[in-house]
C-alpha cells in the first residue's frame, strides 16, 4: 500500500492532529445504493435528516483535495451545513454555492460512484455535523492518515460493517480493489476481510455484481 501513495504530498502529522483535536468525531456514512436484488442497502436516510433540518446548504470544492492535487476524482464534494454554510457562501471559500437537499445527494451519489467515503464532521461541543465531505485516502487528513499510518481510530466512527455471503461470492474480487479501508486482501488466492478494518462506507456493496456483500448495524455483527 505504500507504493500506492509513492510521490505524493500529505498532510504533516502536526497539521492531522491539530484538525483531530477540533473534532468531536468523524462518521462515514453509506450511500443510497439499490441494488435492484434480493436486498436495498440502507439508504440516505440518515443524511436526509441532516439535511432536512438544515436551514441552508453550500457545496463547495474539498479543500484537502484543492490543497493536496493527489488525484483526479471529483473536487465539489463538500457539504457544508447552517452556520459553516453561511461562512464559506459570505467568502465564497473554495468556489462555494448554495444547493437545495435534491443537489446536494446528487453529489453524494456522483462522488460514491467515484470511490470516495462519505464522512460527517461533528465539532466538539455541538450535536450534529457541520460539514459532510467525500473524501479519498490520498488527500483526506482524516481519511488518509488512517489509511497509511492508522492514526485517528479513536475519532473515526461507523454504524455499519460490511456482510459477506460467500455463497453468492462469484469471486471477482472488485470488492478488494474498492476497498479503501484496506479491510480486504487476497491472501494466497482466498479472500480475507479484516472487519475491525471496515468503517461500512458501501464502496464494496456497489461494486459487488453478484450482491453478496451488504451492510448491517455493526452492533449486531
Not at 499510518?149 to 471477482?172: M, Q, V
Request: aromatic letters at 6%.
Amino acid at each position: 500500500m505504500a507504493s500506492k501513495f509513492k510521490g505524493m504530498r500529505f498532510h504533516t502529522d502536526e497539521r492531522t492532529k491539530r484538525i483531530a483535536d477540533d473534532l468531536k468525531h468523524a462518521v462515514t456514512i453509506p450511500v443510497n445504493i439499490d441494488l435492484g436484488a434480493q436486498h436495498r442497502v440502507y439508504d440516505l436516510s440518515e443524511i436526509k435528516e441532516i439535511l432536512e433540518k438544515s436551514q441552508r446548504i453550500a457545496v463547495q470544492d474539498c479543500g484537502c483535495k484543492t490543497r493536496l492535487s493527489n488525484c483526479d476524482s471529483p473536487r465539489e464534494v463538500c457539504l457544508s451545513i447552517n452556520n459553516y454554510a453561511d461562512e464559506v457562501l459570505e467568502t465564497g471559500e473554495y468556489d462555494s454555492r448554495e444547493v437545495a437537499m435534491e443537489e446536494a445527494l446528487d453529489v453524494l451519489t456522483r462522488s460514491h460512484e467515484a470511490g470516495l467515503v462519505h464522512m460527517a464532521y461533528t465539532m466538539k461541543g455541538d450535536d450534529v455535523p457541520f460539514l459532510i465531505c467525500s473524501c479519498c485516502p490520498c488527500c483526506c487528513h482524516t481519511l488518509g492518515s488512517l489509511v497509511r499510518n492508522g492514526l485517528h481510530t479513536e475519532i473515526l466512527t461507523s454504524k455499519y460493517i460490511a456482510l459477506d455471503d460467500p455463497s453468492l461470492c462469484n469471486r471477482c474480487w472488485d470488492c478488494v480493489e474498492r476497498c479503501v479501508f484496506q479491510a480486504r486482501e487476497m491472501v494466497d488466492g482466498r479472500l480475507e476481510f479484516d472487519g475491525s478494518k471496515c468503517f461500512g462506507c458501501g464502496l464494496c456493496v456497489s461494486a459487488c455484481p453478484t450482491d453478496a456483500i451488504s451492510l448491517t448495524p455493526r452492533s449486531t455483527a
